[in-house]
């Protein structure tokens, strides 16, 4: 499902460079399920000069933050009956306990991980969440996010496609990954939390 969406999508925003970018980066914050580090990626390993990395990271980031107010609003104003429509239960369950449990720094583990940002914002402006702490907490994970995928493929691009090449790499990245992903997904598994959060009335 998501493949086919995705496609088109990046088809088209890659025609328009960094103004792309800064399309999907805002929609899907806000709506849209594409994530912008299929465009980052790319743009990251084709840029040539440091300006270049600096202003992909740049428009990733502040696109992103700024298009999460979008869906700051759709949750402030279509309520919880429109994040009902739109999210999975229990994607709605573990975010709203995310935000419960861990508050401000909720936010910053949904910006910075692949946990979906839109619906976050949609659960923060359902809950009124402080908008200023909202759009901090954001900065700062999409900064950390959409910058070290920049460095890591801006400086080290070639190298890092070396070592995809190599089998050791994927033995060494399967192991790490099953040592993370069991405490990870138990974690994960662990915010379904039927109870359900009180919002404010519109």
Known sequence: MLERISAP???????????GLAIVSASEAAIQPVPPDLLV??????????????????????SSVLGSLGGYA?????????IDRLAKPSTRRKIEEL?????????????????????????????RMDIRTFLLAGLFGRSIRFGLEVLVLGFWGEEFIQMLEDPVFWVAAGVLSIA???????????????????????
């Open 9 to 19: 999508v990046l088809e088209w925003a890659d025609g328009f460079g960094l103004l």
């Open 180 to 202: 993370a992903f069991v405490p990870i997904s138990s974690w994960w598994k662990g915010l379904d939390n039927p109870g359900e959060l009180q919002y404010e009335q519109n």
């Open 99 to 127: 935000t419960s449990r861990y508050g401000d720094a909720g936010v910053f583990i949904a910006a910075v991980s692949p946990i979906p940002y839109k619906v976050l914002a949609w659960i923060a402006g359902a809950g």
């Open 41 to 62: 990626i790319p743009l990251a390993l084709d840029s040539e000069s440091y300006f270049g990395l600096f202003a992909i990271f740049f428009v990733a980031t502040l």
């Open 74 to 82: 759709i949750g402030m104003y279509g309520g919880r009956p429109l």
